[in-house]
């Protein structure tokens, strides 16, 4: 329809839709007196109907000519109005004007900007009753790829921010609209959005910070825009809101500040932040590609470690994965700084009261990326997350020793030493819970160690290490007495041989020491029995806990009968260890025994033994050295038979020589056999040569 020309001049009409601003202008003013005498008239519903018209025929034309006079008309309806009765007309006007933010003429665009803003320089605060569908349009529009046009957004958002700082704002009103948009992309847009974040946080009473989570990630993804002032816009902004949520802790923690007397007043309490919400928002930014984006979002977790504390405990988990994938940055800077951060959660873990369960799911992600990720410092961290976490809910990781013990036995082998050495202590710690878990758990280490010699070559020594220093040592000797007897002949030999270096040398081992070397009970002498059964897998082993025992004539008979037994080089080269054992301050009992032969006949003979055993090297020397300093050999022949309490102990010697000459023979046995197996696989004999043989 066309506008009624009984209330407007055909040459106003014709004049808003000229091509030369001037003469649009010019239409303008002549339209403001007609619309001010028409409300003077209080004939609004002529003002209604020119209103629509001019949307109708103007704002909606698709002659760019037409839409700028209808733009310009807007602005002159609203002057004409004026403040007493534009009330009435608002719902008309504003939103085709803001509707005109689309327009495809960028000249067009402008014009709505500057028709928006001389409205809002009339209706002041009125303008705020759009300030969502204001606040939509100026976001697209510092999209815009035109100059002028982002000029006229500039001098909209100024107006519009210059009349709120007058008015008390509503910041609930904003929170959607900064949320919904924060995400945006385009560099204009963002710049429009930090801008207004900022313009909200310097206000004086507006709790902007009390509603950061909703828009946290997006000022975090803006850290790696191209747009320098982009990136110091963003950075000054979140170094603001850490200051105020480190101040409002300590206003929080300190009593002394708040007001006593109006403490029920919400005014005068520290804004309540959801520290939870927080930490999870910036843990997603720890691992960006972005550098500083990385390390400011370490920077917000280090804070927010010290000042959330327990609060953070259901999101400990989440940010030992996080951080950790930090430890494996390209960055040297971000490598330390995540370092520094993973101790503080392991600091937050061990100090703070736990009464949260643990949540299996995210512990299962956790061994995923233990199982996943080869960096030490990734598998280190975990690995001492969950020593923290077993001895913070020691029931809870007991009950998951099944779910935890096979992928890290999977990765054992893969593992460097220090690795390696927290796999064991966490096992051990959890298994610990339990006698028979203790045993299955040794059993699975000796059932995965025996199936790779390798790997019982590189990490044999610490896993017994571990197992004695994390468990109950007695208790790990008498579980490897029961269990060795299933295992081949020389993969316990080798664990017979580390047990016994640990029994010799290792202070923690110093009770079950002095129970074999005292044999004083029913119960001492039953641990040298069970001990004794299983070290019979390794010559120099049995030998050694023979001499720590006293049991000096049972040590001379195992020798002599050693005789007939064809016993392997590399058992013969390890006797270097005997030889340093009996070198060493404990047993130094045992030298001065050497002084007196007529009381310990056997112990003479069986050096003299040794030394017809071992190859002429420089232990051979060393023992042959201190022989020479106590007797000569001439003296054997005058020794009595039997000496002082050598029977008084009530064991069955016997019983026990046999079963040393019947494990050695196997371990001949199967030693020899290993060899000619090697010896086919490497071609040096052929499988009719290796049955003969």
């Given at each position: 329809a ?33 619309i ?17 018209n ?25 002057l004409g ?86 008015e008390?704002i ?16 385009d ?41 320098e ?18 101040q ?25 932040i ?59 800077r971000i ?39 080869e ?36 990765i ?28 299955q ?10 199936r ?72 001492h ?54 030889i ?13 025994h ?17 030394l017809?055993?071992?190859?002429q ?23 009595p038979?039997?000496g ?31 060899q ?18």
């Open positions: 066309k506008m009624n020309e009984n209330i407007l001049p055909s040459s106003l009409r014709n004049g808003l839709s000229d091509k030369v601003y001037l003469k649009r202008k010019n239409s303008a003013y002549e339209l403001q007196y007609i001010a005498d028409l409300v003077a008239e209080e004939t609004y519903d002529k003002v209604h109907t020119i209103i629509m001019i949307k109708v025929d103007y704002l909606h034309s698709v002659n760019k000519y037409e839409r700028a006079g209808g733009l310009i008309a807007y602005s002159a309806i609203v109005t004026g403040l007493n009765s534009i009330h009435r007309f608002m719902d008309e006007i504003i939103p085709p004007i803001i509707h005109c933010f689309d327009d495809p003429e960028a000249r067009n665009r402008y014009y709505a900007c500057e028709s928006l803003y001389n409205i809002a320089g009339i209706i002041d605060t009125m303008i705020l009753d759009y300030i969502g569908e204001i606040f939509h349009g100026l976001c697209k529009l510092y999209a815009d790829p035109d100059d002028d046009v982002i000029l006229g957004v500039q001098i909209v958002d100024r107006i519009i921010k210059e009349i709120l700082t007058s008390e509503n910041i609930d009103l904003f929170i959607p609209l900064l949320s919904e948009r924060i995400q945006i992309h560099q204009g847009c963002r710049q429009f959005l930090i801008g207004w974040v900022m313009f909200l946080d310097s206000i004086p009473n507006v709790d902007l910070i009390r509603h950061l989570p909703k828009f946290l990630d997006g000022l975090f993804k803006m850290l790696s825009s191209d747009e002032d982009i990136r110091r816009n963003v950075d000054s902004c979140l170094d603001s809101f850490l200051t105020q949520i480190k409002s802790a300590i206003s929080w923690e300190d009593k002394s500040l708040w007001n006593t007397d109006e403490f029920e007043s919400e005014m005068v309490r520290p804004p309540i959801d520290y939870g919400q927080v930490t999870e928002i910036t843990l997603h930014h720890c691992v960006s590609q972005d550098q500083y984006t990385s390390l400011t979002s370490l920077l917000w977790i280090s804070e927010l470690i010290k000042i959330g504390k327990e609060q953070l405990l259901s999101k400990i988990t989440q940010m030992v994965l996080q951080v950790l994938k930090c430890t494996f940055y390209k960055s040297a490598i330390q700084e995540a370092s520094s951060v993973f101790d503080s959660i392991l600091g937050l873990a061990k100090s703070t009261p736990w009464d949260i369960d643990i949540n299996f799911e995210e512990l299962e992600m956790l061994l995923d990326l233990l199982e996943n990720e960096a030490v410092s990734i598998r280190r961290g975990i690995l001492q997350f969950n020593i923290v976490l077993q001895s913070k809910h020691p029931k809870q990781m007991f009950e998951m020793f099944e779910f935890f013990i096979t992928p890290l036995l999977n054992l082998h893969q593992s460097e030493e220090e690795v390696s050495y927290y796999i064991i202590e966490l096992l051990s710690k959890i298994a610990g819970e339990n006698e028979i878990y203790f045993t758990l040794m059993q699975a280490l000796f059932d995965h160690l025996s790779n010699m390798e790997l019982m070559d590189s990490h044999g020594r610490l896993v017994i290490d571990c197992l004695c220093k994390f468990g109950d040592p007695e208790e790990v000797f008498h579980v490897c007495a029961n269990i060795l007897e299933f295992y081949n002949p020389l993969f316990s030999g080798k664990i017979i041989s580390i047990l016994n270096d640990l029994l010799f040398t290792s202070d923690l081992l110093f009770p079950l020491r002095k129970k074999i070397r005292m044999l004083d009970s029913e119960e002498i039953n641990l040298f029995i069970d001990l004794y059964r299983s070290w019979c897998n390794d010559i120099n082993s049995v030998l050694s806990i023979c001499f720590l025992s006293k049991s000096y004539k049972l040590a001379y008979s195992l020798i002599i009968n050693c005789g007939p037994i064809e016993i392997p080089n590399h058992i013969l080269d390890r006797m270097n260890t005997l340093y054992f009996l070198e060493s301050p404990i047993l130094t009992s045992l030298r001065l050497l002084i007196e032969p007529d009381k310990y006949p056997n112990l003479l003979r069986c050096m003299y033994g040794l017809a055993f071992l190859p090297d420089e232990y051979f020397s060393i023992l042959s050295n201190r022989m020479d300093s106590i007797s000569p050999v001439g003296i054997l022949n005058m020794l038979t039997e002082i309490h050598e029977d008084a102990l009530g064991i069955d010697y016997e019983d026990l020589i046999n079963h040393f000459v019947q494990v050695q023979k196997i371990q001949s046995k199967y030693y020899f056999a290993e000619r197996k090697k010896m086919m696989r490497e071609g040096r004999i052929s499988e009719h040569e290796m049955f003969r043989l």
